[in-house]
């Protein structure tokens, strides 16, 4: 790329002007918000080039630039991205939040300890980079070889920056995938104009002959690397093939250059093209091994400089020469100074003291070029010049193996176990999968691809899972390894896209497993074959295979595990078991998060709404606290349906929302669209039908295609809410009918029992009495053998509205003397259908004593739609109701509303960012957009504003 001419302090690129517009938008707001912006575009197309020009800015207008380079050879080094990013300002990490701290030290291998979650060092990495006090530019060059933990990291923090003085620029090949690249807001490069080319090509080879000049100009394609590299080679023509590929073009043309280099210096650039993390000195000792001792020194690499391979410095080791887009390799501060002798072609530029190559291109053409025997000695000379870090000294030791050897691939499995240990799960996969080429035996190899296949379920990489389970079935497979092979395959997306096992087949894998001695796999398996009964709907031959599998397994009663699969798999037959194993064991989790979530899962699927909301409610907090926002979402999620039954809008409002945006961020499809329908719900007994209505439609489209029954049998429900507050009554029955009818893609056999009164209204409404009393039947039957408070508070509900005049009475007040502790929804429902009965009957001033609880009710918990509802019937009932007086609280956003919760418990906003995974500074934003909206001035008032909260 050609710097055109010079306007101000701003340089002109040929040919990018709006692309640099756009940048320096972004980076002259640095001050006041922040963003991201991924630079997509084919190699040598000029991503640099504009990085580098934003780089400068940035620093004009008094921003710090931190920035980190991927390369294929850190790729396999869990966090090294990140330590490389985060380097110049490690001094802050002892300022953070204890798990904070500790994690992102683990992270950066400066402390041992538990494995952090991913997220957890996330936060860590925002908060360090929010409080160094500065506008940054975060700048992360060729992103698409960042180690996959680093630019999951990157991708968490560059959500989150809206608020922040800090902007993300990352630069991304065409045809390589990037984390950054597929969730954030991006450029893409296209080739130059024939002009503008036209232009650049006369810059650079001015004398060039009329018709090659055509050709190259049409070879070139607009690419300006090719552009301004390609000229120097024209009489190799060759190079110059419409059949090739450009970047194998331009490879070729390097390649050339590269050929006609003395034997040293092809060996010193082919060393450093292997090991790009590694020192100057480092580099010319292995170069100087792998040529039998010969010595190497800086003046092997003059060659290579005059031949355009590497940088030269101007003025010294270290400095820049004009234009050149090499902004941030290296780690600041580290590695030694470069070395050289201007008086012998000038120094090599060695940002961080290594060597840096003109373009990646170059890089991979030096590679290409060697020969096989001599990137085995590099690797060998590598790895000898490492013995002092045994973790890259592995991955060089693999690549200079000819053969199976399985003291290398030992040494791999250990390294593969130290990378999941500090979070690395990509890193971790690399080595198992490397590790499994060089063992000696089938059995071991199919163990070790199997591994790092299971590691892949927990990455979300079903294209890498597939390809590790085809190799490893090439093997002789032990009954073990096919079974965990089967487990693997049945493990995404909780079973819905998936075809290999059903829920029988696996209740067989499981006992076989069990029977074999696998007690662990077995459950994992038979936990796995439960979760299908929740989202698909396999029928009664199936959960009747598990069931007996799970008796047959050597549990105690009381397991949580077990707990959880009786009541995904029979929520009414098992339901009294589920419930008084979920009495057990509240308050005796031992605060452990997970055996809390799965105690949460198990009382939602049997209707005991207020145990849901207590253990999830407690799951989150712990599952916030370590970290792991795949299973928050999750405990999230249930905490938001629980919460919506009781009438707690105030938590499920919020807690569907961070559920969604956790879900959503943590790849969980399903999980997202299942909390999406129960926003969908919420809005709806708002009175929000428009709000509703696209939540709907959103969650139907992730749902219908996979038929994940729960969230359709939500949506219905939301449906079904909305057409009962517009008066639309029979829509509303037909909607609630469907959650009811086995053929019906939204049938869900335990969600069906919570829907009991707003069926039975929507059926008295419009004249569907007898259709609903033949469903009242079946659930009898049901509520029989589950205790399920949900199933028996609906059905009270029920026999009272559909009862005949000389039984109605006695029964509402038999279901008003149940149990209603913590369920404020349903109490208001029934007084308002009591008053309403009441007045019907010319029974006005009874009536007027249950119509004012359900008014008082409703108004409490933000029901508009139904407090609405109590006001008509009061005035028909001959009282004049107050008007409502609109709350502050819905002038909030679920997202605001949760921020001015935890603000009004007292909670600082350093307190608030750990909780919600955002960052003080985001926190503070969001207050001073919350109090106008209150009509206050200061976080003081909100206890006062926020007092009428139910929860």
């Known amino acids: 790329m050609f710097w055109h001419a010079t306007l101000g302090s701003v340089r002109t690129l040929l040919g990018r002007t709006a692309e640099q517009e756009r940048l320096s938008a972004l980076v002259a707001g640095i001050t006041e918000s922040g963003g991201a912006l991924v630079i997509r575009g084919a190699a040598g197309i000029g991503k640099s080039a504009l990085a580098a020009e934003a780089a400068t800015q940035a620093r004009a207008a008094g921003a710090k630039v931190l920035s980190v380079t991927g390369s294929e050879s850190e790729q396999n080094f869990p966090y090294a991205g990140l330590h490389q990013l985060l380097h110049p300002v490690r ?71 809206d608020s922040e003085p800090i902007v993300l620029l990352a630069t991304v090949r065409d045809g390589v995938p990037s984390q950054l690249d597929t969730e954030l807001p991006s450029l893409h490069l296209e080739p130059l104009t024939d002009d503008v080319a036209s232009t650049l090509l ?51 043309a390097f390649g050339a250059r590269i050929s ?135 991955w060089h030791l693999a690549a200079a193996a000819t053969t199976a050897d399985e003291g290398i691939a030992g040494v791999l499995v250990e390294a593969a176990e130290r990378a999941r240990y500090r979070g690395g799960v990509g890193a971790a996969i690399a080595g198992l999968e490397e590790a499994a080429r060089l063992s000696e035996s089938g059995e071991l190899r199919a163990d070790r691809l199997l591994r790092a296949a299971d590691l892949g379920v927990e990455a979300g990489r079903s294209d890498l899972v597939e390809r590790l389970l085809a190799e490893a079935s090439r093997e002789e497979l032990s009954f073990q390894h ?11 997306d909780d079973g819905l896209v998936d075809d290999t096992a059903g829920p029988i087949e696996l209740a067989k894998l499981a006992r076989s497993v069990f029977e ?20 698909a709907e396999p029928g009664p031959e199936a959960r009747q295979h598990l069931l007996d599998v799970a008796d047959s397994l050597p549990l105690d009663e009381h397991d949580p595990r077990l707990i959880a699969i009786l009541a995904y798999v029979a929520p009414i037959e098992r339901g009294k078991a589920v419930a008084a194993g979920l009495m057990e064991l509240a308050g005796q989790t031992g605060g452990d998060p997970e055996v809390e979530r799965f105690l949460g899962s198990a009382a939602l699927q049997i209707g005991a709404f207020e145990l849901a909301a207590r253990f999830s409610a407690s799951a989150a907090a712990g599952l916030r606290a370590q970290g792991r926002l795949g299973l928050l979402a999750r ?72 038929g994940a029954r729960p969230i359709l049998a939500t949506v219905q429900l939301a449906r079904g809410l909305s057409a009962l ?34 069926l039975t209204e929507a059926a008295i409404r419009c004249g569907q009495e007898d259709a609903a009393r033949k469903i009242i039947q079946r659930l009898e039957k049901d509520a029989q053998q589950t205790g399920s408070p949900s199933l028996h508070i609906g059905l009270r509900y029920a026999r009272a509205a559909l009862a005949s005049d000389d039984d109605a009475e006695k029964l509402f007040l038999a279901a008003l003397a149940g149990d209603l502790t913590g369920w404020p929804l349903e109490r208001g429902r029934l007084h308002l259908a009591f008053g ?28 508009i739609p139904w407090s609405e509802r109590a006001r008509s019937e009061l005035r028909a009932a001959g009282e004049t109701s107050p008007r409502r007086t609109p709350d502050a609280r819905e002038q909030l956003t679920p997202h605001e509303l949760s921020i001015a919760q935890l603000a009004a418990e007292g909670l600082t906003n350093r307190e608030i960012g750990q909780r919600l995974y955002l960052s003080h500074r985001t926190v503070s934003t969001h207050l001073h957009r919350i109090f106008p909206k209150l009509g206050i001035t200061s976080r003081a008032d909100l206890p006062a504003v926020l007092r009428n909260s139910p929860g």
Not at 219 to 225: I, Q, V, Y
Not at 726 to 742: K, P, T, Y
């Open 836 to 863: 309403e009965w009441l007045r019907r009957h010319r029974r006005a001033a009874e009536s007027r004593v249950h119509l004012r609880a359900a008014r008082e009710t409703f108004d409490a918990l933000g029901l």
């Open 635 to 706: 405990a999230l999620a249930v905490h938001a349906c629980s919460a919506t039954r009781l009438g707690n809008l105030d938590v499920a409002l919020p807690a569907a929302e961070e559920a969604a945006r956790l879900a959503k961020e943590t790849h969980q499809i399903f999980m997202y669209g299942f909390a999406l329908s129960a926003q969908a719900e919420i809005a709806a007994l708002r009175g929000l039908y428009a709000e509703a209505a696209n939540l709907i439609a959103e969650a139907e489209q992730v749902a219908l295609a996979a």
């Open 260 to 394: 006609t280099l003395p034997a040293d210096t092809r060996m010193c650039l082919l060393v450093a093209a292997l090991n790009d993390r590694g020192s100057l000195s480092e580099m010319f000792e292995a170069a100087s091994a792998a040529l039998g001792g010969a010595p190497v020194g800086a003046e092997t690499l003059t060659p290579a400089a005059e031949a355009g391979l590497i940088e030269a410095a101007l003025g010294g080791a270290g400095a820049n020469v004009a234009g050149a887009n090499v902004a941030g390799r290296g780690i600041a501060g580290q590695g030694e100074p470069g070395q050289g002798s201007s008086g012998q072609g000038g120094a090599w530029l060695a940002v961080g003291g290594r060597l840096a190559f003109r373009h990646p291109l170059m890089r991979s053409a030096i590679v290409q070029a060697a020969t096989a025997a001599e990137h085995r000695a590099a690797h060998r000379a590598l790895a000898d010049a490492l013995q002092k870090d045994p973790e890259r000294q592995v």
């Open 91 to 161: 001094k802050g990490i002892d300022a953070l939040p204890g798990s904070q701290r500790e994690a992102l030290r683990i992270a950066l291998c400066l402390a041992d300890g538990d494995i952090p979650d991913l997220y957890l060092v996330g936060m860590a990495a925002l908060n360090l980079l929010s409080d160094t006090g500065t506008p940054l530019l975060l700048l992360a060059e060729d992103a698409h070889w960042l180690d996959q933990a680093s630019a999951d990291v990157l991708a968490f923090v560059a959500r989150r920056l």
């Open 482 to 492: 096919r079974a965990r092979a089967t487990w693997i395959r049945s493990s995404f």
């Open 725 to 758: 507050g517009e008066g639309r009554h029979a829509d509303a029955f037909a909607d609630l009918h469907r959650v009811f009818d086995l053929t019906e893609p939204s049938y869900q056999l335990a969600l069906r029992c919570y829907l009991i009164a707003d």
């Open 516 to 535: 074999d001695g696998d007690l662990d796999l077995a459950m994992r398996i038979l936990w796995g074959a439960g979760m299908r009964c929740f989202w």
């Open 202 to 252: 006369d810059e650079v080879a001015p004398t060039l002959d009329p018709s090659v000049r055509k050709r190259l100009l049409s070879e070139a394609a607009g690419n300006p690397l090719a552009l301004a590299e390609l000229p120097a080679t024209i009489q190799a023509d060759s190079l110059l093939k419409a059949t090739l590929p450009l970047n194998t073009r331009l490879e070729r």
